[in-house]
């Protein structure tokens, strides 16, 4: 098994391609080691010392560590976890309710506004931000501001206030009149 890795925008952050399936649809994002009960595969990568975060896609693994660790001692072991767990033939993850990234439901008079908001985050947002390894997922819409969830390698990375303000609060904001800005939250 040959694993490649990408560097993402954000420095704290590697991109993993093991080559496989990792999640059949959707994403699965693991902020912190508590999260990871139901992903034997995030449980083992947190097993890493320095590791702060894991992040699902359907065909990548991104990993955050912390930022007093350098990539050249926790590499080696994260390629190992992750080649670890698809020899064992372990489930990414386990039972009925595991993650699975996704947009918010929204109950109110804005529906036909947030179906657009959702549609253009699908089609032009999240391929996008998936190539770098992360994901942007709506969270709400409230008197013009749409609330944005980043996941994997988009959380904490240094460029992802210009991402938001620059480029997805200028898309949403050409094709649908209504936004007025984006703010992104912590879920």
Not at 82 to 96: C, D, K, N, W, Y
Not at 107 to 119: L, N, P, R
Not at 141 to 153: C, I, P, T
């Amino acid at each position: 098994m040959f694993i490649q890795t990408e560097s993402t925008p954000n420095p704290a952050t590697l991109k993993f391609l093991p080559g496989l399936t990792v999640l059949e649809m959707g994403t699965a994002d693991f902020p912190t080691a508590e999260t990871a009960v139901k992903s034997p595969l995030a449980r083992r990568i947190f097993g890493v010392s320095g590791i702060t975060g894991v992040f699902f896609g359907t065909d990548f693994v991104t990993v955050t560590k912390a930022e007093d660790v350098a990539w050249e001692h926790v590499k080696p072991a994260i390629l190992g976890a992750i080649m670890e767990h698809f020899q064992s033939g372990a489930p990414v993850l386990e039972g009925e309710g595991a993650p699975a990234g996704g947009h918010a439901a929204h109950d109110g008079a804005d529906g036909e506004i947030v179906k657009q908001i959702k549609d253009l985050l699908d089609t032009r947002v999240r391929p996008a931000v998936a190539q770098d390894g992360g994901d942007i997922t709506f969270h709400g819409f409230d008197r013009g501001v749409v609330y944005l969830h980043m996941q994997g390698a988009c959380a904490g990375c240094p460029s992802s206030t210009l991402t938001l303000k620059m480029g997805i609060e200028n898309l949403l904001r050409h094709y649908i009149p209504e936004v007025i800005e984006v703010r992104p939250v912590a879920v």
